[in-house]
């Protein structure tokens, strides 16, 4: 299985700024994912993003909002700009492993104040 | 697009009981679907999947069900334990243009009583 590191794990920032969360796998994978996981609530995809090319936005998210950068096969961020009390939610990246099974990095809890 | 129905949202069990939950789906071309688990604070961890050409998968005390017929599939606790207690996620992945993208049901709080 794929060993995925995040961070920052936690953050606490101020609206109207950005924040800019990585995440580095142990092993070269053709796609990963970014997830909003709001108290309490399920995971919600954000976008998908491949090696090469552009990242690909779930209805409701825009790449003005969260940009995403795809540099290589092991690495990927995921950037909250001009941030809002309405972003505070964890945001997970995933990476798919051997056999289609996805993985997760241990999260970021981010407050917005 | 793919959607995930989870029941039920919150579940308590007495220790050494049985526990299911069950997840509908809509897209008959899902044919990948897993079961997270996922601990307070923590990140999801996958505890068992199975793909459409498959029934039924039984790893140690957990099992999960796939009907493809009518579209949906179950997760199978037997000799619940306290460690058991946690929040569980099943989710549905489809080929062609979705390849890769998972769908999660809306997630079941499982309190397991000692």
């Known amino acids: 299985s794929a060993v995925i590191s995040q961070k920052p794990s936690r953050d606490i920032c101020q609206r109207g700024t950005s924040l800019t969360i990585q995440c580095q796998v142990d092993s070269q994978v053709t796609m990963m994912f970014w997830y909003r996981q709001q108290p309490g609530q399920s995971l919600t995809l954000i976008a998908t993003?491949?090696?090469?090319?552009?990242?690909?936005?779930e209805s409701g998210f825009v790449i003005d909002k969260f940009p995403i950068s795809r540099p290589n096969l092991t690495f990927s961020t995921l950037t909250v700009s001009n941030m809002s009390p309405e972003d505070s939610s964890i945001y997970l990246c995933?990476?798919?492993?051997?056999?289609?099974?996805?993985?997760f990095g241990q999260g970021t809890r981010l407050t917005v104040v | 697009g793919e959607n995930v129905e989870q029941h039920p949202s919150t579940l308590s069990v007495q220790e050494g009981d049985s526990a299911v939950i069950k997840c509908t789906y809509s897209?008959?071309?899902?044919?990948?679907f897993p079961w997270y688990k996922q601990e307070l604070g923590k990140r999801p961890q996958l505890i068992i999947d199975i793909r459409s050409n498959v029934g039924e998968k039984k790893d140690q005390r957990i099992a999960v069900t796939l009907n493809k017929t009518a579209k949906h599939f179950s997760l199978h606790i037997t000799e619940t334990q306290p460690e058991d207690s946690a929040v569980y996620f099943c989710a549905a992945k489809a080929g062609g243009t979705s390849y890769g993208k998972l769908t999660f049901g809306q997630g079941t709080i499982l309190t397991v009583h000692p």
């Open positions: 995933s990476a798919e492993g051997g056999r289609g099974t996805a993985f």
């Open positions: 993003a491949n090696q090469g090319s552009e990242a690909t936005y």
């Open positions: 897209d008959s071309a899902s044919n990948y």
